[in-house]
């Protein structure tokens, strides 16, 4: 079965910390863009972050750009999204999705993972 799991969510204060994490089930990163989305109450969902290991590109959101960096574990073929110097706005829940393609925030994602909920609150 192909699928994304998402972990590592979770509750903490402005500008502390929380690695994501999104294990792929069924299917092998190489080949694939894996992007990070998130979705806040009455908002968009918007592209985070993104990685394609055959163009060794990464895309960044300008709103996290110095903060977050977006990393593949090729043995546990899972990527990392590592958040740092969290703020408020980044409360969302925190989506992985993957597309056959190079990264494109606009692109049609074929594969979803369930979310993960991050909130950062003082």
């Known amino acids: 079965q192909v699928e994304l799991v998402e972990s590592g969510g979770g509750s903490v204060q402005p500008g502390g910390s929380l690695r994501l994490s999104c294990a792929l089930q069924?299917?092998?990163?190489?080949?694939?863009?894996i992007a990070w989305f998130r979705q806040a109450p009455g908002k968009e969902r918007e592209g985070v972050s993104c990685?394609?290991?055959?163009?060794?590109?990464?895309l960044y959101a300008e709103s996290v750009k110095g903060r977050f960096t977006i990393s593949v574990d090729y043995d546990k073929n899972t990527i990392h999204l590592q958040m740092n110097n969290l703020k408020s706005e980044d409360t969302a829940v925190y989506y992985c999705?993957?597309?056959?393609?190079?990264?494109?925030?606009?692109?049609?994602?074929?594969?979803w993972g369930q979310g993960t909920q991050v909130t950062v609150s003082s």
């Open positions: 990685i394609m290991h055959s163009d060794a590109k990464l």
């Open positions: 069924g299917f092998a990163v190489d080949g694939y863009a």
């Open positions: 999705a993957a597309r056959a393609i190079r990264c494109n925030f606009n692109g049609v994602h074929d594969i």
